[in-house]
């Protein structure tokens, strides 16, 4: 299976100045518009099927009103004998598919992304899942790996950290946890980003997407000070599809076949009950074999 490494490194920086210029972007935030609708996954972690699924379902050439947010897509099963994880190419296609379609395809930034922008952070019974992902690369672009490498780094750094409808819903990958919640700077959302703003524990990007077990109190927190009603995030696994914590946090998975994705209508407002309705599960997608 050869790949062109031009081919591929032009199609991730292109995806990288997409999603730099994207119109909806206000800073780190994705501001969709008041009509229209939204499909939303959840962490995808190389799965695939679901990735072919949501995409052929989404059919975004022929729903120029649909917008499509991807988030948490490398770091999943396809190992090679020697231990070599693929899944840079997930990457590269939702990177082809944002240069398709720039006004419709959006993504949030995640625990992972940054893992791998430091090379490290994330083990997976005993090995580094990110030395995996990086000797995956090398493995298919032999001498261009330091570019490759170069250039999924600032694919990854031009992911946004948010999106918001403007009935009230925000989306990011996690939020921080409660201790943090107090002295959190919300101000990352409307700024541009420095080195600081990243860096382990203390930065509040790795605090927004590596927060786990929220409570509903600092759910409330959270969603008062991003002026928003209800929130929608991947991040903590969720074997029947999805999980809701309190009344306004929904958590959604997508990485295996009772995962979910959830379209909604930009246009109309929704309570956690309706959004729930709203839950489509990947097993239930039906699509003819590849
Ligand atoms: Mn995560």
């Given at each position: 299976m050869p790949f062109d490494a031009d081919q591929v490194m032009e199609t991730f920086a292109s995806a990288t100045e997409e999603n730099q210029l994207d119109p909806l972007r206000d800073q780190q935030v994705i501001k969709l518009p008041p009509e229209g609708e939204l499909w939303i996954a959840g962490d995808?972690?190389?799965h695939r099927n679901n990735f072919r699924k949501l995409t052929m379902a989404a059919d975004l050439g022929n729903n120029p009103q649909r917008h499509l947010i991807l988030q948490e897509?490398?770091?999943?099963?396809?190992?090679?004998e020697k231990g070599r994880e693929g899944s840079w190419e997930l990457l590269y296609r939702a990177a082809e598919l944002k240069c398709d379609f720039p006004n419709q395809v959006h993504f949030l930034f995640a625990n992972h992304d940054l893992a791998q922008i430091h090379g490290e952070g994330i083990m997976k019974a005993g090995l580094s899942v990110c030395e995996a992902f990086t000797a995956g690369v090398k493995r298919d672009f032999g001498d261009r790996t330091t570019t490759m490498n170069v250039t999924i780094t600032e694919f990854l750094l031009s992911i946004p950290l948010a999106a918001r409808t403007q009935t009230g819903i925000f989306f990011s990958h996690s939020m921080p946890t409660d201790d943090q919640m107090d002295d959190f700077d919300f101000t990352i959302f409307d700024r541009p980003l420095s080195g600081e703003d990243y860096?382990?524990?203390?930065g509040p990007v790795y605090q927004l997407i590596w927060g786990?077990?929220?409570?509903p109190a600092g759910v409330d927190r959270f969603l008062e000070k991003v002026d928003a009603k209800l929130i929608v995030t991947g991040h903590q696994p969720q074997e029947a599809g999805?999980?809701?914590?309190?009344?306004?946090h929904l958590i959604i998975a997508s990485d295996h076949n009772q995962g979910v994705f959830l379209p909604i209508d930009l246009a109309r407002e929704y309570t956690m009950e309706q959004l729930v309705e709203r839950l489509t599960k990947f097993v239930a997608v039906d699509l003819p074999e590849e």
């Open positions: 995808i972690h190389d897509l490398i770091h999943g099963d396809h190992y090679d860096l382990r524990r203390k786990r077990n929220i409570t999805y999980l809701v914590n309190g009344e306004k």
